[in-house]
């Protein structure tokens, strides 16, 4: 098949999920690029707004051919900024049908706003497509408002979700959770995010007799993300357990005042880390642990389990995520239940992480994620 994936986000804000499954489907042999318009805020970084290309132009990530473009956000105003990105996305797709011919389906990523402009050329061209959708109803109520809400938005990503030949969320719950603002009345899938299982491989940690239980928390530092939660259940399970350690990394966990907040004697923050320092915090780490008030599915929980370590998760968590005898789940909010699953952990003899190994390659390696698109691209095609 021929796919051409559309991404609403793209380096260097987020979108990687895009890139991920351009290549499991590439693996499993398919015709695949990526039509990326990343739109830049001089209000954010003024480096980036002031230096990045201007034009279009092509390029290679990890084997999969990109056409970029770059437009310059204009402050405050939103819907013109909209406007402009769909309209620039759909001129990009005038000029990739020139090149490289008519895709046989539109993988659209996020409804905001690349599943919208995909519904648009579709219309155009006689070209389903689909959109997948990763983001939760908190990150809609940034944007739009408590719901229900009346922004102008709201009716056309709604029509977006309508029309697609389906709505492939990364989980089962994403559906009602957003509900309130788009409703259900569309066909959906869920389908996992990709997790680089080669990468995030199992590794065996050290003996615990040798040194503390470690747990490790990988997570911005955003109210959502539930610190306020963590760290003082985490204290409190240093008062009953001296020989514990704590280890956090993501935005905002390097600042002074985050760090302000820590007991140095047994917790450490790192602030951002890359792709392979997520990696080697996890293999010097015995249990992840993440206090999240709202997820649509933490991709970071499935990398922990790849490499072979339990977790403990809130309520908000996937049902798809919850692997029996691995994964625990506390209320959201409630220090003493997470204080209790943490002691709970670090009391049981050391883990054996093969079986959960083995499950997450089940439901999120590439070549399963890859097999998933595919029998389901290949049905719509097929109509």
């Given at each position: 098949m021929h796919i051409l994936e559309i991404p609403s986000l793209f380096p260097p804000f987020g979108g990687l999920f895009c890139l991920d499954q351009a290549k499991a489907l590439s693996l499993a042999g398919h015709e695949v690029r990526i039509l990326s318009n990343v739109q830049l805020s001089v209000r954010i970084n003024r480096w980036r707004y002031l230096t990045y290309p201007y034009g279009r132009h092509w390029m290679d990530?990890?084997?999969?051919?990109?056409?970029?473009?770059?437009?310059?956000?204009?402050?405050?105003?939103?819907?013109?900024?909209v406007k402009r990105w769909v309209s620039i996305v759909r001129s990009m797709f005038e000029d990739y049908m020139r090149q490289y011919g008519k895709p046989d389906i539109l993988?659209?990523?996020?409804?905001?706003?690349?599943?919208?402009?995909?519904?648009?050329?579709?219309?155009?061209?006689?070209?389903?497509?689909?959109?997948?959708?990763?983001?939760?109803?908190l990150v809609?109520?940034?944007?739009?408002?408590?719901?229900?809400?009346?922004?102008?938005?709201?009716?056309?990503?709604?029509?977006?979700?309508?029309?697609?030949?389906?709505?492939?969320?990364?989980?089962?719950?994403?559906?009602?959770?957003i509900a309130c603002y788009f409703g259900n009345d569309y066909q959906w899938t869920a389908i996992s995010n990709v997790v680089d299982v080669d990468f995030f491989h199992y590794q065996q940690r050290s003996p615990l007799q040798e040194r503390p239980f470690r747990f490790c928390c990988i997570a911005n530092n955003l109210p959502t993300k539930g610190y306020d939660v963590l760290l003082p259940a985490f204290?409190?399970?240093?008062?009953?357990?001296?020989?514990?350690?704590?280890?956090?990394?993501?935005?905002?966990?390097?600042?002074?005042?985050?760090?302000?907040?820590?007991?140095?004697?047994?917790?450490?923050?790192?602030?951002?880390?890359?792709?392979?320092?997520?990696?080697?915090?996890?293999?010097?780490?015995?249990?992840?642990?993440?206090?999240?008030?709202?997820?649509?599915?933490?991709?970071?929980?499935?990398?922990?389990?790849?490499?072979?370590?339990?977790?403990?998760?809130?309520?908000?968590?996937?049902?798809?995520?919850?692997?029996?005898?691995?994964?625990?789940?506390?209320?959201?909010?409630?220090?003493?239940?997470?204080f209790n699953a943490m002691k709970k952990l670090a009391e049981q003899p050391q883990f054996d992480g093969h079986h959960l190994v083995e499950e997450v390659h089940r439901l999120a390696s590439p070549v399963s994620v890859g097999h998933q698109l595919e029998d389901l691209f290949r049905a719509i095609v097929s109509k």
């Open positions: 990530m990890d084997g999969i051919l990109v056409y970029q473009s770059y437009q310059r956000g204009i402050p405050k105003l939103i819907r013109p900024n993988h659209a990523h996020a409804i905001n706003w690349a599943g919208y402009a995909a519904m648009l050329i579709g219309r155009d061209y006689h070209i389903p497509y689909v959109v997948t959708e990763h983001s939760s109803r809609f109520e940034s944007e739009y408002g408590p719901a229900p809400s009346d922004t102008w938005q709201i009716p056309m990503l709604r029509e977006a979700y309508k029309h697609a030949a389906r709505v492939i969320p990364v989980s089962e719950e994403l559906v009602d959770n204290k409190l399970l240093h008062q009953h357990h001296p020989n514990v350690e704590l280890y956090m990394a993501g935005y905002g966990t390097g600042t002074k005042a985050f760090r302000s907040q820590l007991d140095t004697s047994c917790m450490y923050a790192y602030g951002i880390v890359d792709k392979k320092g997520v990696r080697d915090l996890l293999y010097q780490c015995d249990a992840f642990v993440l206090a999240s008030r709202s997820e649509a599915q933490p991709l970071v929980l499935l990398e922990a389990m790849s490499t072979g370590i339990p977790v403990i998760a809130t309520e908000c968590t996937p049902r798809s995520l919850r692997i029996e005898d691995s994964c625990t789940i506390v209320p959201i909010g409630n220090v003493e239940a997470l």
